[in-house]
């Protein structure tokens, strides 16, 4: 597997393939959503295997602290670990533009996933297009 960081919009066409597939085609999200203005300040992370993507997350900071998103892998990579790669991979960028702590947006369904990673939960559940989703947050 290889990593790659982008910043911005610019060659992040393989995120967003990667994107598309899982959130907008697999699970049903609005794929004029998907897609907003927070890219454009983002770090965006892809992760490819040869030559295919495989999976892609951002990073950005708001202002009031760094947080992660759009965190997904391919369907027919998943139960390999590469969601903790991911992971992985998001905590050390963080901690290299100087951050101490990583906020995310979970889908319930994926607590646990994230919560074997390190992360916490935090405040009520509420809908992001009609799925379940809570804040968690890990701290380093």
């Known amino acids: ?7 911005g919009k610019k060659d992040i066409e393989d995120c967003y393939i990667v994107r ?3 959130f907008v085609e697999e699970q049903g999200f609005d794929g004029e959503a998907e897609f907003d203005n927070i890219d454009e300040q983002a770090y965006h992370l892809l992760i490819c295997e040869g030559e295919n993507p495989i999976a892609t997350a951002r990073l950005f900071n708001d202002g009031q602290g760094f947080h992660c998103g759009r965190i997904c ?7 390999k670990n590469i ?5 992985n991979e998001l905590e ?3 901690k290299a533009l100087g951050g101490d702590s990583l906020l995310l947006s979970a889908q319930t369904r994926v607590v646990n996933f ?5 992360y916490t939960k ?8 009609n799925c379940p989703h809570i804040m968690m947050k890990k701290t380093f």
């Open 1 to 7: 597997m290889n990593f790659t960081w982008k910043y």
């Open 20 to 22: 598309k597939k899982v």
């Open 73 to 79: 892998v391919m369907k027919e990579c998943r139960g």
């Open 83 to 87: 969601g903790f790669a991911v992971m």
């Open 92 to 94: 050390k960028k963080t």
């Open 114 to 118: 994230y919560e074997k990673a390190g």
């Open 122 to 129: 935090f405040g009520d559940e509420y809908l992001d297009e």
